[in-house]
């Protein structure tokens, strides 16, 4: 891989690259489409972390389907596709890890402990690896965007995240590798994520701007659905991912849910719809 990228750029290729856990959906390769039309090399990375799984999530059972997945791939004309073993990644006697501070500890963080960690260091290896010109990375994974956009920031390096929309089924159900955990009944529940954020986005068009009225709003949606287990819907700044207390500058609405053994997010991108309006956009 490594080889394939430094001839790539030696012969003046743009590089994009679109790193994944396998188990692809529309929504990986809408990362890829988007590659394509603004990169002449497009490289991706099928590789199940085990750093960034709890001792009691779903490391073991994780859809992995790399035959099918590299037929995908290669359908899309994918360059190259990385698939590298735990021992090339995490070889005997490995020991150094990244930790994105501050953004690592909330939300995600606070209910998955360690889980950033082993993201940011999977992600800085293969960037390391591919050396990439842009990455292309899913919105769903919001929190997970801005520690990889903060470490790429940190430590300097030579390339830019692109941020990709999230792509639904047409009930507005998010595309998530783990939906085919769900049941019948499962997936009816797992709507509610949805409607959480149209209620948020009906206080916020209504004028309701206070964000405890917003997650309240939330909260009584997942109140009917009894197969819904709430971790958390927050308001937070689209920044720092603290807190919000009102909604004003760019802000994520987050929710977090447990339908039966499966844990599934979702999220809504508000922002001012110009710099001198109080209207807002919605990014659903």
Same mark, same amino acid.
């Given at each position: 891989?490594?080889?394939?990228?430094?001839?790539?750029?030696?012969?003046?290729?743009?590089?994009?690259?679109?790193?994944?856990?396998?188990?692809?959906?529309?929504?990986?390769?809408?990362?890829?489409?988007? +590659?394509?039309?603004?990169?002449?090399?497009?490289?991706?990375? =099928?590789?199940?972390?085990?750093?960034?799984?709890?001792?009691?999530?779903?490391?073991?059972?994780?859809?992995? +389907?790399?035959?099918?997945?590299?037929?995908?791939?290669?359908?899309?004309?994918?360059?190259?596709?990385?698939?590298?073993?735990?021992?090339?990644?995490?070889?005997?006697?490995?020991?150094?890890?990244?930790?994105?501070?501050?953004?690592?500890?909330?939300?995600?963080?606070?209910?998955?402990?360690?889980?950033?960690?082993?993201?940011?260091?999977?992600?800085?290896?293969?960037? +390391?690896?591919?050396?990439?010109?842009?990455?292309?990375?899913?919105?769903?994974?919001?929190?997970?965007?801005?520690?990889?956009?903060?470490?790429?920031?940190?430590?300097?390096?030579?390339?830019?995240?692109?941020?990709?929309?999230?792509?639904?089924?047409?009930?507005?159900?998010?595309?998530?590798?783990?939906?085919?955990? =769900?049941?019948?009944?499962?997936?009816?529940?797992?709507?509610?994520?949805?409607?959480?954020?149209?209620?948020?986005?009906?206080?916020?068009?209504?004028?309701?701007?206070?964000?405890?009225?917003?997650?309240?709003?939330?909260?009584?949606?997942?109140?009917?659905?009894?197969?819904?287990?709430?971790?958390?819907?927050?308001?937070?700044?689209?920044?720092?991912?603290?807190?919000?207390?009102?909604?004003?500058?760019?802000?994520?609405?987050?929710?977090?849910?447990?339908?039966?053994?499966?844990?599934? =997010?979702?999220?809504?991108?508000?922002?001012?719809?110009?710099?001198?309006?109080?209207?807002?956009?919605?990014?659903?």
């Amino acid at each position: 891989m490594k080889e394939a990228a430094r001839q790539a750029r030696a012969e003046g290729h743009l590089i994009g690259f679109v790193p994944t856990m396998g188990a692809l959906h529309e929504g990986h390769l809408s990362l890829v489409r988007r +590659a394509k039309q603004e990169c002449t090399r497009v490289y991706s990375s =099928l590789f199940v972390n085990p750093k960034q799984f709890g001792p009691n999530e779903d490391f073991a059972k994780y859809p992995r +389907a790399l035959e099918s997945d590299c037929a995908r791939f290669d359908q899309l004309k994918v360059d190259a596709v990385f698939a590298p073993t735990l021992e090339e990644i995490y070889p005997s006697g490995f020991s150094t890890y990244v930790t994105v501070e501050g953004l690592s500890d909330r939300l995600e963080g606070r209910s998955r402990p360690g889980h950033f960690r082993g993201v940011s260091t999977v992600v800085l290896k293969l960037f +390391a690896i591919v050396q990439p010109d842009f990455a292309y990375l899913g919105r769903k994974d919001a929190q997970q965007v801005a520690v990889l956009q903060k470490m790429v920031r940190d430590l300097n390096l030579s390339m830019q995240i692109v941020v990709c929309p999230i792509v639904r089924e047409a009930d507005g159900l998010a595309l998530s590798s783990r939906n085919a955990y =769900l049941n019948a009944h499962e997936r009816r529940a797992a709507l509610v994520l949805h409607r959480s954020l149209e209620a948020a986005r009906a206080e916020l068009i209504a004028g309701t701007r206070d964000s405890l009225e917003i997650q309240n709003a939330m909260r009584a949606v997942f109140e009917k659905e009894p197969l819904a287990r709430l971790d958390y819907a927050a308001v937070v700044s689209a920044d720092t991912f603290e807190p919000s207390v009102h909604v004003g500058g760019a802000s994520y609405v987050l929710v977090a849910a447990h339908f039966g053994k499966t844990r599934l =997010l979702d999220n809504m991108l508000v922002e001012p719809a110009r710099a001198d309006s109080s209207e807002l956009d919605f990014h659903l």
